[in-house]
């Protein structure tokens, strides 16, 4: 495998500051199993790639979906450890990611997360529902992983006396369960 050479770059945006490669071509990356030490296979990384893209790239080359990953390097977490992994990009001649791939991800999808959701919904399969007594939460109930997209809500009905209802939904941008739970002007 060839020498990576590599800078750290800044991509600022007015809500967030994220690190991406600078290369300047396309270069390989092993991976390897934390559980086993065998090599799953190798990931092309890209100029100007952000965090999210490498996993993806990793998923693709290793079956493992980006929400069951958990990237080391050094026995650190990636994302912690960026600036070691670009560091060692540029002096070594290979670099290897160790992968753990997280079991501890629950199907939830199209189930009421609530005991008594109050509502009469199916969830459809990628869907976890709240119900009227529950609201969508900031952290993915499957894949423990951040939200960060925009929640969004809609209007199903209206009443007689003006009194509408319906539905938030909010979409993990890591494993794309849709959380929703109901709303009602009543």
């Known amino acids: 495998m060839g020498?990576?050479?590599s800078v750290l770059a800044h991509a600022a945006s007015s809500e967030t500051t994220e690190l991406r490669?600078?290369?300047s071509a396309p270069q390989t990356l092993c991976v390897r199993s934390a559980l086993t030490g065998?090599?799953?296979?190798?990931?092309?990384?890209?100029?100007e790639m952000s965090m999210q893209q490498i996993k993806e790239a990793i998923a693709e080359a290793t079956q493992v979906p980006t929400y069951q990953q958990r990237l080391l390097f050094q026995e650190q977490q990636l994302a912690e450890s960026l600036e070691s992994f670009v560091k060692a990009l540029n002096e070594q001649d290979e670099v290897c990611l160790t992968l753990v791939k997280d079991v501890t991800v629950t199907n939830v999808a199209g189930t009421h997360l609530v005991q008594y959701p109050n509502c009469t919904c199916t969830p459809g399969p990628n869907e976890a529902c709240w119900g009227y007594r529950g609201t969508v939460q900031e952290v993915c109930p499957r894949c423990q992983e951040r939200l960060t997209g925009k929640q969004i809500r809609t209007t199903d009905g209206c009443r007689r006396n003006g009194?509408?209802?319906?539905?938030?939904?909010w979409t993990c941008q890591s494993c794309g369960l849709v959380q929703k739970h109901g709303w009602d002007d009543a």
């Open 3 to 5: 020498c990576m050479r």
């Open 21 to 23: 490669l600078s290369i």
């Open 38 to 47: 065998e090599d799953l296979g190798m990931a092309t990384l890209q100029p």
């Open 163 to 169: 009194d509408g209802y319906g539905f938030v939904y």
